[in-house]
């Protein structure tokens, strides 16, 4: 059922560049797949829409909000983007609900050798918070990074006041290691962050079969 097709012409590290899941949630069927050229319009519309809801989480750029999200500025991000998934740095997928772009994840830094680890990062449309999507697609990534990808440890970083997000990164069961004092430049200020973490060894099973026994996720 999961990941079809991972190893792509050209691509330096399996797990890319085939889609994950599907895994139902509440709030709909959460795939993760490559992020497309074609996705521009979509994903310029629901940045632009989500500026309030995204903004104070997301780190400081020098160009503002409206220039950083225009239809303009996807070429160059895509071909970023896949740049870095072909040299096995990263894997950007899109958080693909019922059909629909909703949201994006993520995994970056992937390294492999002694330390096999990453990190990872995701954003969602407020139209579908509460349903599951973020908790759902952040399972599958793990448990994508734990199998096929190969790797050892994930990480997240999240401001302390970012309660939502700390929710769903502990409903998948990343634990708590650290504060990083004015770790990040996150809407215009230095911002302490908490750094959470993920191990092989953390897994019962799988993250999305922890979900599925606690009733939150459906394989169908």
Known sequence: ??????????SAHPGW??????????????????????DGATWSRTR????????PWEPSAELNWTERHSLLAWPQMHSVLRAEARKGRMLPYVIDVDGRFRGQLTIGNVTHGALRSAWVGYWVSSEVTGGGIATGALALG??????????????????????ASRR??????????????????????????????????????SVVAGLVRRGLADWR
Not at 48 to 55: F, H, I, S, V, Y
């Open 168 to 205: 769903v990164l502990a409903k998948v069961g990343f634990r708590e290691e650290g504060l990083l004092k004015r770790y990040l430049n996150v809407d215009g200020d230095w911002r302490d962050h908490l750094l959470v973490a993920m191990t092989v060894e953390d897994l019962d099973g």
């Open 1 to 10: 059922m999961f990941g079809a097709n991972l190893w792509g012409r050209g």
């Open 48 to 55: 632009l829409a989500e500026r309030d809801n995204l903004e």
């Open 142 to 163: 793990l448990d994508h990074c734990f199998g096929l990808v190969g790797l050892h440890r994930v990480e997240a970083t999240v401001r302390p006041e970012n309660h």
């Open 17 to 38: 560049p085939g889609s994950v899941g599907p895994l139902r949630v509440p709030g709909g069927t959460v795939r993760l797949r490559p992020a497309r050229m074609r």
